[in-house]
């Protein structure tokens, strides 16, 4: 029980360090306030996810999947639009909504803050907390082998849970709004439920270069195909399937689709 209340106590200390950010983000003008903003709530992500895959592997599993639950609404009410995902940014330029220059600047922001939160995470960890902290920092913070399967299997995890929250993301203006945040969160969880174990359930690319790149067991090289290839291609086949495919076998115009993409996304 002190695990987890270290655990949340450094979870909170993190969110509160975000949105002081964020707060002082307003202070800016411009592009600069967008990027302030997109690298402090993907610093939150990072940071609160390293802490939750830490204390997962000794909390009981009801316990890790109730603060993922909880921790994915936090996220989702505080990010202010951000994207913390370089699949979303890319996304942005597809619809017509962000430029590439826009696009890369925000994806630079992204990984400088997912770095930035792995030096975070260690710096509170060296501070021993909690037992799991202690226990952390004997190993030289270090991780081992994340992927409970073969490459391969992970990587059609990854790919599969980046198309199924794709899918969730461009359906969620049918649910009502109070209910948005819920229903992304409850989707998450579930995909963390059945994926965790093979893959981590990542199907972020910066947040899987953050976490689980510097742990052991595995090539760079094929890292990359699990966590960043395969959510590219998961998102990719989703809005492939949805706004073009479905579309062109049921005979309906897909232009009209694209625009009303492009204003669901700037609606979000």
Not at 67 to 79: D, E, G, K
Not at 195 to 206: D, E
Request: net charge neutral; charged share 10%.
């Amino acid at each position: 029980m002190t695990d987890l209340w270290a655990s949340l106590a450094v979870l909170g200390a993190v969110v509160f360090l975000s949105e002081a950010t964020r707060w002082a983000a307003r202070h800016f003008s411009g592009v600069w306030r967008i990027y302030l903003l997109e690298a402090a709530s993907t610093f939150q992500l990072c940071s609160c996810c390293h802490e939750q895959k830490l204390l997962g592997e000794t909390a009981r599993l009801p316990v890790s999947l109730a603060l993922t639950y909880i921790m994915t609404t936090i996220h989702r009410a505080t990010f202010r639009g951000s994207a913390c995902n370089p699949c979303g940014s890319l996304e942005r330029v597809y619809r017509g909504v962000s430029t590439v220059q826009t696009a890369v600047a925000l994806i630079a922001c992204q990984f400088a803050a997912a770095v930035a939160a792995q030096f975070f995470s260690a710096s509170v960890w060296s501070l021993g907390l909690s037992d799991i902290h202690l226990r952390h920092q004997r190993f030289g913070f270090s991780c081992f082998d994340p992927l409970g399967g073969t490459v391969l299997e992970a990587w059609a995890v990854e790919l599969a849970c980046a198309f199924v929250v794709q899918s969730a993301a461009m359906h969620v203006h049918k649910v009502d709004e109070k209910l948005r945040d819920h229903y992304i969160a409850a989707v998450i969880t579930a995909l963390v439920y059945a994926g965790g174990n093979i893959s981590g359930a990542m199907f972020n690319p910066v947040l899987a270069f953050s976490v689980q790149f510097p742990c052991s067991g595995h090539t760079y090289l094929e890292y990359c195909l699990v966590y960043w290839l395969g959510p590219i291609l998961g998102v990719a086949s989703c809005i492939l399937l949805f706004e073009k495919i479905i579309p062109f076998l049921s005979g309906q115009s897909t232009i009209g689709l694209d625009v009303t993409a492009v204003q669901k996304q700037k609606a979000q």
